[in-house]
């Protein structure tokens, strides 16, 4: 029962931490998450896990903004690549992908 009670403690210590986390995050910071959330979850293999992070990541997509859209539809494209990869269980494409996207991001956000 102790170990029971210390182990839920430890639970909910660290879910307040990640909400903390997330909820003071940037934008930028919050999309690399996503990036991080998508590719560990191919890398376990936890397809449904990481397609809800993919799919978010093509939510994010802005086709409203004139000066955004073709880059937003290029993403779109490499997104839905990456899911059709892993559908056909080719992870590591999917994975490569990400990471490239996920870097090159990083890189823009140090820029600025």
Known sequence: ??????????????????????????????????????????????????????AELINSLNFADEQAKEISFGLLRLYQFAQDQARKSNFNVSIKILQELRDTWSILFKEK
């Not at 839920?8 to 909820?23: P, R, V």
């Open 1 to 54: 029962m102790l170990e029971q009670n210390l182990y839920k403690s430890h639970d909910n210590k660290a879910k307040a931490y990640l909400l903390k986390e997330i909820t003071e995050a940037s934008p930028q910071k919050l999309l690399l998450k996503i990036y991080d959330l998508a590719i560990q979850s191919y890398q376990k293999g936890d397809f449904a896990r990481a397609n809800r992070a993919v």
